[in-house]
């Protein structure tokens, strides 16, 4: 199948994130330390700029824990930094959550091969962005979210575009309002971090600013559904003793016991992080932990209560 190249959707140089910080013009001719307080001056604005889009921050939490809720995935798209950073998002959830790989998932404009090599011709392949969309099948419970800095990533935008068509449901994660992606979208999180030190190069307040909204969603999203008890990482992963050991002390805190018990506990569950949870907490026994964790649709705090009646 030849590729499908978009016009490029507007000039960039009007955009707030390819402008040239004042600050910064001397930035060659700067010493160590005052390159480095620059950047640390300019990245300390980041969090005030995902502070404003905490209301579409929390809709997204929202709309996502109510499809992952009924069997739909989260399914990032990005090309360069911003895939990359959506593909690390991705990668964490499984150890963190104790997810399948396929709850929240991340298409890259160049395919995996570009997470560690610049493929940036790709970013303009519209065809293969429908062709890696469709191959997900997105649907009605789907949420499939852009991220693009500027908004006028062809690639990502054809990807929304066709998972809209679908069914899917549709977020953009942008730096520069009304922006194709936004349009593109159902709703869009905005977060306008302004010029970068380095020019255009949106690796760094851009990127800063997209990580900590996607850490904020899929862990809100996670939380919402029950896979955080507390603040504690209740369905962790116990595949080496690194991890075993945070599992006991997880169960520790969330039930109130004693390192012992909560490593007996452990052990009983098969190292089952959440059913051992609900065995101290309920007192029951690993069979009516599991089946009340399966009626609670892994709500650890659901399924204690359900345990204990």
């Known amino acids: 199948m030849s590729a499908t190249l978009r016009e490029p959707a507007s000039d960039l140089r009007g955009l707030p994130t390819e402008q040239t910080l004042p600050g910064g013009r001397d930035l060659d001719r700067m010493s160590s330390l005052e390159i480095a307080r620059l950047i640390n001056r300019e990245d300390a604005t980041v969090a005030d700029a995902v502070a404003k889009a905490l209301p579409q921050i929390a809709r997204a939490i929202d709309v996502i824990a109510d499809g992952l809720r009924h069997g739909g995935r989260l399914?990032?798209?990005?090309?360069?930094?911003?895939?990359?950073?959506?593909?690390?998002?991705?990668?964490?959830?499984?150890?963190?959550?104790?997810?399948?790989?396929?709850?929240?998932?991340?298409?890259?404009?160049?395919?995996?091969?570009?997470?560690?090599?610049?493929?940036?011709?790709?970013?303009?392949?519209?065809?293969?962005?429908?062709?890696?969309?469709?191959?997900?099948?997105?649907?009605?419970?789907?949420?499939?979210?852009?991220?693009?800095?500027?908004?006028?990533?062809?690639?990502?935008?054809?990807?929304?575009?066709?998972?809209?068509?679908?069914?899917?449901?549709?977020?953009?994660?942008?730096?520069?309002?009304?922006?194709?992606?936004?349009?593109?979208?159902?709703?869009?999180?905005?977060?306008?971090?302004?010029?970068?030190?380095?020019?255009?190069?949106?690796?760094?307040?851009?990127?800063t600013a997209h990580k900590m909204v996607l850490n904020t969603i899929s862990t809100g999203a996670m939380c919402r559904l029950g896979y955080v008890c507390g603040n504690l990482m209740v369905n962790v992963w116990t595949k080496n003793e690194k991890l075993i050991q945070r599992a006991t002390r997880i169960v520790e805190q969330a039930t109130g016991s004693n390192h012992e018990a909560a490593a007996r506990a452990l052990k009983a569950a098969g190292n089952r992080t959440p059913v051992a949870v609900v065995m101290l907490a309920a007192g029951v026994s690993r069979s009516r932990a599991a089946a009340a964790l399966k009626k609670s649709g892994g709500h650890v705090r659901h399924a204690i209560a359900i345990a204990k009646g």
């Not at 929304?160 to 942008?174: D, K, P, S």
């Open 75 to 207: 399914i990032y798209v990005g090309a360069g930094t911003s895939g990359r950073i959506g593909a690390l998002d991705a990668s964490e959830i499984p150890p963190t959550f104790n997810t399948a790989a396929s709850t929240v998932q991340f298409i890259m404009a160049g395919g995996p091969k570009a997470l560690g090599a610049s493929t940036e011709a790709s970013e303009d392949d519209t065809g293969l962005a429908v062709a890696e969309m469709k191959k997900r099948k997105p649907g009605k419970h789907d949420i499939v979210l852009g991220i693009a800095t500027s908004g006028r990533t062809p690639f990502t935008i054809a990807a929304v575009e066709y998972a809209r068509r679908r069914g899917a449901r549709t977020i953009a994660l942008t730096c520069n309002r009304n922006s194709p992606l936004e349009r593109a979208s159902d709703f869009a999180i905005v977060t306008e971090v302004g010029p970068e030190v380095l020019t255009g190069s949106s690796r760094m307040k851009a990127g």
